[in-house]
């Protein structure tokens, strides 16, 4: 026992974490929040009011293959805190032997004996310094961060998924701007042959209308394939070959939702990447004080008993032990201490990869604050583009048809508009895609799926946030 509390003075003041690695998110947001009450992120991709949308995700939540390996690997971060746990718990066995042997005495008489014995044994390790309770407590923490990485792919996916449902709907009305242009370049087309034919114009305008009329279809091909990209995309999003995909609402029908952050400080409760980086940290520091606590002697106790039976005897024979044993590390070429210190070398990562898992949340939503701002004034601005040059194009059509201006100047009106237009779409696009990723970054969606076997208890019996 004195060798014992020698060997325990003998481990050294546990090191601390690294200074540098804290962190404080600042009060306000430094991008401007625009004014609206917002709305609730439990599932905020069904504020876009498209039920389309809502069942897609509703699929690719139950058939993704990412996901579904997520959920294998907390299965077995699960097993693993049970088997930490089962640790700390006394173990009982049993065993039994039976034999028929034949051989010789003492005397040289031959002898046949049929023997057996059946025992239990129990066994129980004495954590005297922690080291099984911190173990375990490592195993847990790595389950909670197992089911936090679930999340966070699960989140990812959900962003995904309606990201990529908004660019499907965006090349839809890409496609449809495409055809009405394809229509107006046609009409235009005719009206240069007629104009030719009859020695209006020369044929240099039936050539430039030849030209635009080609250019839009080929536009065209191209949006097309990038629609059959984007249903593919979700097809293996989903998990399957070949999703069928009801018509659902366009671009312009999709609600834009209204949301408004929290202060900053709440990121912490409510992205489920810093909860895991937490996590990792208290894994890794109960990890430290269990090798810290290798160094320390160790105490196993063990108790046994049964019966001895043979057809030499004339009745069975109790059997029975009682004893215990203490393992202290003298020397071991500094084995422990140096798992120790790399022990405390992971603990300093960790609490650096929290550092910067706070800091890459908060520039994700600065950074959507900002998008979200910008889409909207783009939008605004290329609508108002689109009002001038429609007009635009209406008075110069008249000119053309009364002879009073070239051709150039109503095919300089067309191709304006349709850059104006598919500049819309896109603006409409960006903003809803910015409102996703507003979402994502707010960590929207986590709370209402967290699992509550999973969900830490503070000592005084509170849910932890």
Not at 387 to 409: D, Q, T
């Amino acid at each position: 026992m004195a060798l014992a509390v020698v060997l325990a003075a003998c481990a050294g003041p546990r090191p601390g974490r690294p200074e540098q690695a804290a962190v404080t998110l600042p009060a306000q947001w430094r991008e401007p929040l625009l004014p609206t009450s917002g709305i609730s992120l439990s599932r905020w991709w069904e504020a876009f009011g498209d039920p389309v949308l809502d069942q897609l995700v509703d699929q690719v939540l139950a058939g993704n293959s990412d996901l579904a390996m997520a959920a294998a690997r907390v299965q077995q971060a699960r097993a693993s805190s049970r088997f930490a746990t089962a640790q700390r718990m006394p173990s009982l066995s049993a065993s039994g032997m039976g034999a028929h042997q034949g051989d010789v005495d003492a005397f040289g008489r031959a002898r046949v004996q049929d023997a057996w014995q059946a025992e239990l044994s129990l066994s129980y390790e004495l954590d005297l310094f922690g080291r099984l309770a911190d173990q375990d407590a490592a195993a847990r923490a790595t389950l909670l961060a197992t089911d936090a990485a679930r999340s966070t792919l699960r989140l990812a996916l959900i962003a995904t998924t309606t990201s990529t449902y908004i660019a499907l709907r965006a090349h839809e009305a890409r496609l449809e701007v495409l055809k009405q242009t394809l229509q107006m370049r046609g009409e235009s087309l005719q009206l240069a042959w007629r104009r030719a034919q009859q020695g209006y114009s020369s044929r240099l305008e039936v050539e430039q209308s030849q030209s635009e009329y080609a250019s839009a279809e080929q536009l065209i091909a191209s949006t097309r394939m990038a629609i059959s990209r984007d249903e593919n995309a979700l097809s293996l999003l989903a998990g399957q070959p070949a999703l069928p995909l009801a018509p659902g609402s366009s671009l312009q029908t999709l609600a834009l939702p209204a949301i408004r952050p929290d202060q900053p400080a709440a990121l912490l409760r409510q992205r489920p990447d810093i909860y895991q980086a937490e996590q990792q940290l208290v894994a890794a520091d109960h990890s430290l004080d269990a090798a810290r606590a290798a160094l320390m002697p160790s105490l196993r106790i063990g108790l046994s008993g049964g019966v001895v039976g043979s057809n030499l005897l004339p009745d069975p024979l109790s059997i029975f032990s009682a004893g215990g044993s203490i393992l202290a590390p003298l020397l071991d070429g500094g084995r422990l201490r140096a798992q120790a210190d790399a022990t405390a070398a992971r603990r300093d990562e960790a609490a650096y990869a929290y550092q910067k898992a706070v800091l890459v949340a908060w520039r994700d939503v600065e950074d959507a604050l900002a998008a979200v701002r910008a889409a909207q004034a783009q939008q605004q601005a290329v609508q108002e583009q689109e009002v001038a040059l429609r007009e635009a194009l209406a008075m110069s059509r008249k000119r053309y048809r009364a002879g009073y201006s070239p051709y150039l100047e109503q095919l300089d009106a067309q191709r304006g508009l349709l850059s104006a237009q598919l500049l819309e779409v896109q603006a409409r696009a960006d903003r809803l895609s910015a409102t996703v990723s507003l979402a994502q970054a707010l960590g929207g969606g986590w709370e209402a799926e967290c699992d509550q076997d999973l969900t830490p208890q503070a000592s005084d019996g509170r849910v932890r946030p």
